[in-house]
């Protein structure tokens, strides 16, 4: 599929196609991660942040009860 660059007040928008946005399961919500390696631009749904969000306390749970355990097992 190629697209082109739409004017949108002083910069430019990617118009993404509805059928695109559905499989993706994109919403105007959505947050997403735009990405380049200088030669590609990457666009991307950020993964599901209460997922992120689970890992987050589970980490801090496993430092809670193990913290020192894991800091001398890393000496």
């Known amino acids: ?4 660059l739409t004017k949108h007040g002083n ?6 196609d509805r ?3 559905d499989l993706l399961k994109i919403t105007p919500e959505s947050p ?3 990405t380049t390696d200088g030669k ?4 991307a749904p950020i993964a ?4 992120r969000d689970r890992l987050a ?9 193990h ?9």
């Open 57 to 65: 306390r589970s980490l801090e749970k496993t430092n809670r009860r």
């Open 11 to 16: 910069s430019y928008a990617l118009v993404i």
């Open 32 to 34: 997403l991660e735009v």
């Open 40 to 43: 590609v631009l990457t666009i």
């Open 19 to 21: 059928p695109i946005l």
């Open 1 to 4: 599929m190629v697209k082109t």
């Open 48 to 51: 599901d942040s209460g997922r």
């Open 67 to 75: 913290g020192k355990a894991l800091k001398k097992l890393a000496e």
